[in-house]
C-alpha cells in the first residue's frame, strides 16, 4: 500500500502536541517495557520521530526505528535510523528478537495490513514477540476524529493475536495545544477544548514468550 501519508511530517508542531498529548502518563510504553525482551535488537515500525524507541531502548537492548518519511525522521536522536516500509523491510529473515509498531500502518479496519504482518513474521525470530498498538475508540477523544480509527478486534483475533486493553488520557498542557489539534482532528474550529480526554488504546501481541507470560493481570478477554 505504499507510505500512508501522516500530517506530522508537515506541521512538527502539531505533531510535538500530539505525542506529548497522548498517553501523558506513558502506560502504552511502560507496558511494551514490560513485555518486549530485555535484551536483544527491536524492531520499531513506523517509528515517527523515535519517541517511543528512545524510551524503550536500553544498554542492553538496541531499538531499532524503522521510518519511511524523511519529514519524520530525527537524524539527530542518537538511534540507528533506517529508511523502509512495513510491507519490505530491508533486513534478512530472522534478524529480530521482537518487534512492535505503535499507531502506524497496522490500521487493521481500512486496510489489509497482512503484507506487513508477513514481514514482521519474517524478520522476527522463531520464539520473538509481535506487539501492535491501535486505537479502540468508544472513548472522549473519538468525539473528535473524523471516522471510525478503532482496530477491528475480529481481524487481530483471526491473525492469533492476544488483546489488552489500556486506558489512558489525551492530556494537553494547555488550552492553546488543544485547541490546535483537535481542530485538526475534527476539520473545524474547537474553540473550547477540553484540556483531558479519556483515550482507550489497543494492544495485540503474538508470540511463543506468549505461554511463560500468561495474560495480564485484569485484561479482558475477547469479545464474543
Ligand atoms: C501516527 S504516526 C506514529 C509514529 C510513531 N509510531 C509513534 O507512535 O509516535 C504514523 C507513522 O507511520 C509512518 N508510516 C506511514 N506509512 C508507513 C508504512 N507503509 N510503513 C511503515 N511506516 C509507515 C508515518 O510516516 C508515520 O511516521
Known amino acids: 500500500m505504499g507510505v500512508i501519508y501522516f500530517y506530522g511530517a508537515d506541521r512538527p508542531d502539531l505533531f510535538r502536541i500530539e505525542r506529548e498529548a497522548m498517553d501523558r502518563a506513558g502506560k502504552v510504553i511502560a507496558r511494551l517495557d514490560a513485555l518486549l525482551p530485555e535484551s536483544g535488537t ?8 523515535g ?28 538511534l540507528w535510523w533506517v529508511g523502509g516500509e512495513a510491507e519490505h523491510l530491508p533486513f534478512h529473515d530472522g534478524t529480530f528478537d521482537a518487534a512492535y509498531s505503535t499507531w502506524a500502518y497496522f490500521f487493521s479496519r481500512y486496510l ?3 503484507p506487513g504482518l508477513d514481514e514482521l513474521r ?31 478486534l475480529n481481524f487481530w483475533k483471526k491473525q492469533g493475536f492476544e488483546f489488552e486493553e489500556i486506558q489512558t488520557n489525551f492530556e494537553f498542557e494547555n488550552a492553546d495545544d488543544a485547541r490546535a489539534l483537535l481542530s485538526l482532528y475534527r476539520g473545524t474550529d474547537v474553540s473550547e477544548p477540553p484540556l483531558t480526554l479519556s483515550y ?25
Do not use: C, H
Not at 520499531?44 to 520521530?49: L, M, T
Not at 520464539?127 to 501492535?132: D, E, F
Not at 482507550?200 to 464474543?224: D, Y
Open 42 to 49: 527491536i524492531l520499531d515500525v513506523g517509528a515517527g520521530d
Open 51 to 78: 519517541f517511543t524507541a528512545e524510551r524503550l531502548r536500553t544498554t542492553a537492548r538496541e531499538v531499532i526505528p524503522l521510518e519511511p518519511s524523511q519529514g519524520m525522521l530525527r537524524p539527530a536522536k542518537l
Open 112 to 114: 489489509d495490513v497482512r
Open 122 to 152: 519474517r524478520v522476527v525470530k522463531p520464539g520473538g514477540i509481535l506487539i501492535i498498538v491501535e486505537n479502540l475508540g468508544q472513548d472522549q477523544l473519538s468525539d473528535y476524529t473524523q471516522g471510525d480509527t478503532s482496530a477491528d
Open 200 to 224: 482507550r488504546v489497543g494492544l495485540f501481541r503474538q508470540g511463543l514468550v506468549e505461554s511463560a507470560l500468561g495474560p495480564p493481570a485484569g485484561s479482558p478477554s475477547w469479545p464474543t
